[in-house]
């Protein structure tokens, strides 16, 4: 049977009907952005560059300017060049259409396009691949959307989302891109030049030759509908393009987040960040990150603040690891600081009654924790017996800081950390127990910096602003005594007060008068320096955002040198608020240390306690396994016979005993005879060996 020629092309026109029919999308009820999509302010920096626009190639949503603000050149422009009949058509220029189709036919490739400012404005609403299909379809979607909204409408939708280089969209945002200007400060040739660069921007910005004379050519078609005068456009082809040298780019992303956080609901932001010192930042820590990668350092977070009114200037948080990826905020997140907050825990020490030469003792420290043993030891593992409280900070040493915390009292301690702004530390005193003074708390970056921002203004606390002209109170409060911040700040001032430690010089060694604090947590996880002038103050971490330990990265390794760097950039222009420095003689510390532990009455076994559970250690042969048994009285020990589980006797000079450790359930009290001739006996003790 013969096909009916007539009904095959029926067939196939409904196919085409229905295939066409289906493959249209919905089209918006409005071309005005949705409640969700701009509900957040405008962030600027101090000098009021948008710092929360991220040019990726989506809509413009916060450089979006009316159509009645568009220089009615502009206006004129982009219709004469782009869509000469728009206000003509209904959508779609057929005539158009078809002439450069034929044009196209007659040279084999395509040489020109059709698409009208409504097909253009369809393509942001709804993108496709381009082809023929999706052209087809989208000649169709353009009627609805000219028949839904106004001539007005479209092109005022048009000319905010019209694609440009560098990812920008809108003429408003390639105005500021390729000019440095706002559109009603353009020159006659740059607004030309922003309708002629739609074509091909990138190709026509290393073209200048192409470009001028692409604008010669629409200048003298608006010239002749009138649009320009004579004398306009003598004046314009006089005139010469000024292309904006490109400010770094900000990634300021974290702070654009945290300050529409803070202060929701506002209209545009001026915000306390210096862009040039955020660029400089930003390099500064990718630069330091990519250094420590094969050390297993992969996050990094930055503050930098001016003093003169706790603002900002600084707040960057990069991720190497995830480079194009704005995830967790470095800044904020909380992490164990180390031993950067022991400079707030001698000011409270200052404050009851110690001052610099106050003596500590730096020796060995086991104390009980649950059914364990934990054993205190410095960086070094080296002990440096009596020193000064000046020693103690300036060296980070951890036995004086565990005395100082006995001192002012655990409880008080966190009390006044909370009351620095550390809201993080909320658990109880005693899930922290001794080591707040060391740093097993969580703080983040924001909460450490705040806190220091107290020292260095003589123990007056203000919250950081990130607005530079904040409307909201920010009272001074007097959290540390004047005499006790100072004196802080003298010490860690001081490069000679840390050379048992960190020796002279290093990165430490600031070239100006800098008070600095590095701090390190638990297996490495967290570096920390804090430093501060008289005008600045800059706070760095290092680590891993995943809780990952690095590969022995301290705060005196990683994050110094980043902060040494920046501050060089940041001269103060008053001194540092501190007590005076006075020479301190080596050998003149007083007799007695602030804090002794006085030894028991009757006698005791310190070590084992009852309940204490060992475990043997694989790697090490058993026959070469010891633990130390320790004995006290309040009185000289000439020596200790040492019982255990029925066996042999043993006796030892002294009160320590290094037993050879055997698995099982162990029983153990010893015989003690002093100097002097009197013995006693200890109480049994049960421990268990596994």
């Given at each position: 049977?013969?096909?009916?020629?007539?009904?095959?092309?029926?067939?196939?026109?409904?196919?085409?009907?229905?295939?066409?029919?289906?493959?249209?999308?919905?089209?918006?009820?409005t071309?005005?952005?949705?409640?969700?999509?701009?509900a957040?302010?405008?962030?600027?920096?101090?000098?009021?560059?948008?710092?929360?626009?991220?040019?990726?190639?989506?809509w413009n949503?916060?450089?979006?300017?009316?159509?009645?603000?568009?220089?009615?050149?502009?206006?004129?422009?982009?219709?004469e060049a782009?869509?000469?009949?728009y206000?003509?058509?209904h959508?779609?220029?057929?005539?158009?259409?078809?002439?450069?189709?034929?044009?196209?036919?007659?040279?084999?490739?395509?040489?020109?396009?059709?698409?009208?400012?409504?097909?253009?404005?369809?393509?942001?609403?709804?993108?496709?691949?381009r082809?023929?299909?999706?052209?087809?379809?989208?000649?169709?979607?353009?009627l609805r959307?000219?028949?839904?909204?106004s001539?007005?409408?479209i092109l005022e939708?048009?000319?905010?989302?019209v694609p440009?280089?560098?990812?920008r969209?809108g003429?408003?945002?390639?105005?500021?891109?390729?000019?440095?200007?706002s559109?009603?400060?353009?020159?006659?040739?740059?607004?030309?030049?922003?309708?002629?660069?739609?074509?091909?921007p990138?190709?026509?910005?290393?073209?200048?030759?192409a470009?001028?004379a692409?604008?010669?050519?629409?200048?003298?078609?608006?010239?002749?509908?009138?649009?320009?005068?004579p004398e306009?456009?003598?004046?314009?082809?006089?005139?010469?393009?000024?292309w904006?040298?490109?400010?770094?780019?900000?990634?300021?992303?974290?702070?654009?987040a945290?300050?529409?956080?803070?202060?929701?609901?506002t209209?545009?932001?001026?915000?306390?960040?210096?862009a040039?010192?955020?660029?400089?930042?930003?390099?500064?820590?990718?630069?330091r990150?990519?250094?420590?990668?094969?050390?297993?350092?992969?996050?990094?977070?930055?503050?930098?603040?001016?003093?003169?009114?706790?603002?900002?200037?600084?707040?960057a948080?990069?991720?190497?690891?995830?480079p194009?990826?704005?995830?967790?905020d470095?800044?904020?997140a909380?992490?164990?600081?180390g031993?950067t907050?022991?400079?707030?825990?001698?000011?409270?020490?200052?404050?009851?009654?110690?001052?610099?030469?106050?003596?500590?003792?730096d020796?060995?420290?086991?104390?009980?924790?649950?059914?364990?043993?934990?054993?205190?030891?410095n960086?070094?593992?080296?002990?440096y017996?009596?020193?000064?409280?000046?020693?103690a900070?300036?060296?980070?040493?951890?036995?004086p800081?565990?005395?100082?915390?006995?001192?002012?009292?655990?409880?008080?301690?966190?009390q006044?950390?909370?009351?620095?702004?550390?809201?993080?530390?909320?658990?109880h005193?005693?899930?922290?127990g001794d080591?707040?003074?060391?740093?097993?708390?969580?703080v983040?970056?924001?909460?450490?910096?705040q806190?220091?921002a107290?020292?260095?203004?003589?123990?007056?606390?203000?919250?950081?602003s990130?607005?530079?002209?904040?409307?909201?109170?920010?009272?001074?409060?007097?959290?540390?005594?004047?005499?006790?911040?100072r004196?802080?700040?003298?010490?860690?001032?001081?490069?000679?007060?840390?050379?048992?430690?960190?020796?002279?010089?290093g990165l430490?060694?600031?070239?100006?008068?800098?008070?600095?604090?590095?701090?390190?947590s638990?297996?490495?996880?967290?570096?920390?320096?804090?430093a501060?002038?008289?005008r600045?103050l800059?706070?760095?971490?290092?680590?891993n955002?995943?809780g990952r330990?690095t590969?022995?990265i301290?705060?005196?390794?990683?994050?110094?040198?980043l902060t040494?760097?920046?501050?060089?950039?940041?001269?103060?222009?008053?001194?540092?608020?501190?007590?005076?420095?006075?020479?301190?003689?080596?050998?003149?510390?007083p007799?007695?240390p602030?804090?002794?532990?006085a030894?028991?009455?009757e006698?005791?076994?310190?070590?084992?306690?009852?309940?204490?559970m060992?475990?043997?250690d694989?790697?090490?042969?058993?026959?070469?396994?010891?633990?130390?048994?320790?004995?006290?009285?309040?009185?000289p020990l000439?020596?200790?016979?040492?019982?255990?589980?029925g066996?042999?006797?043993?006796?030892v000079?002294g009160g320590?005993y290094?037993w050879?450790?055997?698995r099982?359930?162990q029983?153990v009290?010893a015989?003690?005879?002093?100097?002097?001739?009197?013995?006693?006996?200890?109480?049994?003790?049960?421990?268990?060996?596994?």
């Amino acid at each position: 049977m013969k096909a009916n020629p007539a009904k095959l092309a029926a067939g196939l026109l409904a196919v085409l009907a229905l295939a066409t029919l289906l493959a249209q999308r919905p089209l918006p009820r409005t071309l005005q952005p949705q409640p969700g999509q701009a509900a957040q302010a405008l962030v600027l920096d101090r000098q009021g560059r948008p710092l929360n626009l991220r040019y990726d190639g989506g809509w413009n949503l916060q450089e979006r300017v009316p159509l009645e603000q568009v220089p009615p050149l502009l206006r004129q422009a982009f219709v004469e060049a782009e869509d000469r009949r728009y206000w003509a058509h209904h959508g779609v220029d057929w005539r158009a259409r078809f002439s450069a189709t034929w044009t196209n036919l007659r040279a084999g490739r395509s040489l020109r396009g059709a698409s009208t400012i409504t097909e253009q404005a369809l393509r942001v609403l709804n993108p496709r691949p381009r082809t023929l299909w999706s052209r087809w379809v989208e000649g169709f979607e353009a009627l609805r959307l000219d028949a839904r909204f106004s001539k007005p409408d479209i092109l005022e939708f048009y000319l905010n989302q019209v694609p440009y280089g560098a990812n920008r969209r809108g003429v408003a945002p390639a105005a500021h891109y390729y000019f440095g200007r706002s559109l009603e400060t353009l020159s006659e040739r740059e607004m030309l030049a922003l309708a002629v660069l739609v074509r091909a921007p990138s190709r026509l910005v290393r073209q200048p030759e192409a470009l001028d004379a692409a604008i010669a050519r629409l200048a003298q078609r608006l010239a002749e509908q009138g649009a320009l005068a004579p004398e306009r456009l003598a004046a314009l082809q006089a005139q010469h393009l000024s292309w904006a040298k490109q400010p770094p780019e900000l990634a300021a992303a974290h702070f654009a987040a945290e300050a529409q956080r803070r202060y929701a609901g506002t209209p545009p932001l001026r915000s306390s960040l210096d862009a040039a010192l955020q660029a400089s930042a930003e390099g500064f820590l990718r630069q330091r990150l990519e250094g420590l990668r094969s050390q297993g350092v992969r996050q990094g977070a930055l503050l930098a603040v001016d003093l003169d009114g706790n603002r900002v200037r600084a707040y960057a948080s990069v991720d190497d690891e995830h480079p194009g990826v704005v995830g967790v905020d470095a800044v904020q997140a909380l992490r164990q600081p180390g031993s950067t907050l022991k400079p707030l825990l001698y000011a409270m020490a200052i404050e009851k009654g110690w001052n610099a030469d106050t003596v500590l003792e730096d020796t060995r420290l086991t104390e009980r924790v649950n059914a364990g043993l934990h054993e205190y030891r410095n960086y070094s593992r080296m002990h440096y017996g009596r020193v000064s409280l000046r020693e103690a900070l300036g060296n980070s040493l951890n036995i004086p800081a565990l005395k100082a915390l006995q001192f002012v009292g655990g409880e008080a301690f966190l009390q006044r950390l909370r009351a620095l702004g550390m809201e993080g530390l909320s658990r109880h005193p005693d899930f922290y127990g001794d080591g707040i003074a060391l740093g097993n708390g969580e703080v983040s970056l924001f909460q450490l910096v705040q806190a220091y921002a107290a020292l260095t203004r003589g123990g007056q606390w203000q919250a950081l602003s990130l607005l530079e002209n904040d409307p909201a109170p920010r009272p001074l409060r007097p959290l540390i005594q004047p005499a006790a911040a100072r004196a802080i700040s003298e010490i860690i001032s001081d490069p000679q007060a840390r050379l048992l430690e960190f020796g002279d010089g290093g990165l430490l060694r600031f070239p100006a008068e800098t008070a600095v604090k590095t701090g390190t947590s638990s297996d490495y996880r967290d570096a920390w320096t804090v430093a501060y002038n008289g005008r600045y103050l800059v706070g760095v971490w290092m680590g891993n955002l995943s809780g990952r330990e690095t590969d022995g990265i301290t705060g005196a390794q990683g994050p110094a040198l980043l902060t040494r760097s920046l501050l060089a950039r940041l001269e103060a222009d008053r001194p540092l608020q501190r007590s005076q420095r006075l020479a301190h003689a080596a050998g003149a510390l007083p007799a007695e240390p602030a804090v002794t532990t006085a030894p028991p009455a009757e006698p005791r076994l310190s070590q084992p306690f009852d309940g204490l559970m060992l475990a043997m250690d694989p790697r090490i042969p058993d026959r070469l396994e010891a633990f130390e048994f320790v004995a006290e009285w309040n009185r000289p020990l000439r020596r200790t016979t040492w019982h255990v589980n029925g066996a042999s006797p043993v006796t030892v000079e002294g009160g320590r005993y290094l037993w050879p450790l055997a698995r099982g359930r162990q029983r153990v009290w010893a015989e003690l005879e002093t100097e002097d001739g009197q013995r006693g006996r200890t109480p049994e003790t049960a421990f268990l060996v596994k």
